[in-house]
């Protein structure tokens, strides 16, 4: 097994007055392989149940990329449908995690956001980023699809800009791109004034009523209970997809770029 798939990190702690921060990282441009996925969505899951816990900061480590996606080195690896689909059931369960939390999320994008990675700035209930931060849906350019991110991407930012990312698979957004479709709530031109705001809006939201908080998200999310099972069929999409002779030969010429 590659040691790629064995690294990586999530962190969390809280302050005195009930700010819950969350840090995950890989050494590879924070792409998150199968066991850190499954472990930010376990502590988004913990710290959502914790009564000392008013909101949540989600961030990655590091100051380049905010998250690459998944671990292609885990990608490359799959032979199995049933392997493939808890594969791409990884960054399902966080998004899940992230919708069905209680607690208000405020995301913090410092860096370039690809597939899964936007996917998690799209899941946050509030986020902020840098004018370094830009989008791009690469899934169709190695032969599989945003299936799994598609959902939640599509309720930020709306169909025709998520199925732009998704047709145009290998150019870039700009932070000001995703900024005027409703992903990003302001950006900044360095972490330092990025993190001033984040740190405002975070003690704020620390001294609200906890309760209308909750009962704010439940609306904000409205329509999305089905999407334990519409995330799952969209990872089985894609565990099939990825098995096919076509995605095998656009891995592995990626791969050798």
Not at 138 to 158: D, T, Y
Not at 205 to 225: C, H, R, V, Y
Request: proline share 2%.
């Amino acid at each position: 097994m590659s040691e790629a798939i064995e690294q990586g990190h999530v962190h969390s702690t809280i302050s005195e007055v009930g700010i819950a921060t969350i840090e995950f990282g890989h050494p590879l441009s924070n792409s998150l392989p199968g066991k850190i996925l499954q472990k930010l969505a376990d502590t988004i899951n913990i710290l959502g149940e914790n009564t000392d816990v008013k909101v949540i900061i989600l961030r990655s480590s590091g100051s380049k990329a905010f998250c690459a996606g998944a671990s292609f080195d885990e990608l490359i690896s799959i032979t199995e449908l049933k392997v493939g689909k808890v594969f791409f059931s990884g960054f399902a369960n966080v998004i899940n995690a992230c919708r069905k939390s209680p607690k208000l999320i405020i995301g913090r994008v410092q860096g370039k956001a690809v597939g899964g990675g936007v996917g998690i700035a799209s899941a946050v209930d509030y986020c902020f980023a840098t004018k370094h931060a830009e989008v791009k849906l690469s899934e169709l350019a190695v032969g599989i699809g945003p299936f799994v991110v598609g959902p939640v991407i599509e309720r930020k930012i709306g169909l025709s800009a998520m199925s732009q990312l998704a047709i145009n698979a290998t150019d870039w957004r700009s932070a000001d791109w995703a900024f005027k479709r409703g992903l990003y709530a302001d950006i900044f031109d360095t972490e330092e004034e990025m993190d001033i705001e984040i740190g405002k809006l975070a003690k704020q939201l620390s001294t609200s009523n906890p309760e209308a908080m909750s009962k704010l998200k439940s609306i904000f999310w409205q329509g999305t209970d089905h999407w334990d099972s519409l995330l799952s069929e969209r990872a089985e999409i894609s565990g099939t997809l990825v098995l096919s002779e076509f995605t095998i030969n656009a891995i592995n010429s990626f791969k050798n770029k």
